[in-house]
């Protein structure tokens, strides 16, 4: 099963991913995780990386696509993967479509979480995040209920960052649902409620698509 999370910053497709993830057994490839573990080791790309995501804006095009290249081929997404943070532009998705056939391979679905920007703007702005996991938390939340440590808020996280995000997204990537929808690729769910009750509408939004089996 080959899918796409897609949605603005802070519609909750990490968790989303995750809970998939652990479902199906196949690997969640986040490119902001890869992007962040490379700046914690100091790698010449996560050092060019690192000023790009503190703003809130987009790495290049050509080192994003070198990036999810190198892990599609791993072993893991053999069977299948679920793709959240990439394609972020059109030349990225075409990218991808290239990718994809050299490999055998499609998306079998795309997923929309759909979440208004007001609602966006009060999740991310203020957001604090476990520096242990990088689980988040609401804003008001003082320690990691899992690893006592004291959370910290990620740079792009910050107001600034947080408005350049929403309109980057809106210009480059909200594109990519017409882009998607072209090829009747994409369900839409929405992404506001519990986060059990969003998972059920995802599952469900694959049964009806025959993805799931
Ligand atoms: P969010 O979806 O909440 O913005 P992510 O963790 O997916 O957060 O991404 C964090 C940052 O990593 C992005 O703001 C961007 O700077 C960079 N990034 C991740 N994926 C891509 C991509 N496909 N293209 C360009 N930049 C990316």
Do not use: W
């Not at 394609?87 to 490999?103: F, G, W």
């Not at 006592?148 to 995000?165: C, H, T």
């Not at 480059?172 to 409620?193: C, F, H, I, M, W």
Request: net charge neutral.
């Amino acid at each position: 099963m080959n899918l796409l999370l897609y949605g603005p910053p802070g519609s909750g497709k990490g968790t989303q991913a995750e809970m998939l993830h652990s479902r199906f057994g196949i690997p969640h490839v986040s490119t902001g995780d890869i992007l962040r573990s490379e700046v914690a080791a100091g790698t010449p790309l996560g050092l060019k990386a690192k000023p790009i995501m503190a703003a809130g804006g987009y790495v290049p095009d050509d080192i994003m696509v070198g990036i999810i290249r190198n892990r599609l081929v791993e072993p893991d997404a053999v069977s299948g993967f679920i793709l959240d943070g990439f394609p972020r532009t059109i030349p990225q998705a075409q990218a991808l479509d290239v990718l994809l056939t050299e490999l055998s391979k499609a998306f079998d679905r795309v997923v929309y979480l759909r979440v208004d920007t007001d609602e966006l703007v009060k999740r991310l702005a203020g957001r604090m995040t476990c520096p242990v996991d990088q689980r988040t938390f609401p804003p008001s939340t003082a320690a990691c209920p899992e690893h006592g440590v004291k959370l910290v808020q990620r740079d792009d996280d910050k107001p600034e960052a947080v408005k350049k995000r929403i309109e980057i997204y809106l210009e480059k990537t909200l594109p990519l649902l017409d882009y998607y929808s072209a090829k009747q690729l994409v369900s839409e769910v929405p992404g506001v409620g519990t986060i059990d009750e969003i998972h059920s509408r995802v599952l469900s939004a694959l049964e009806h698509a025959k993805v799931m089996n």
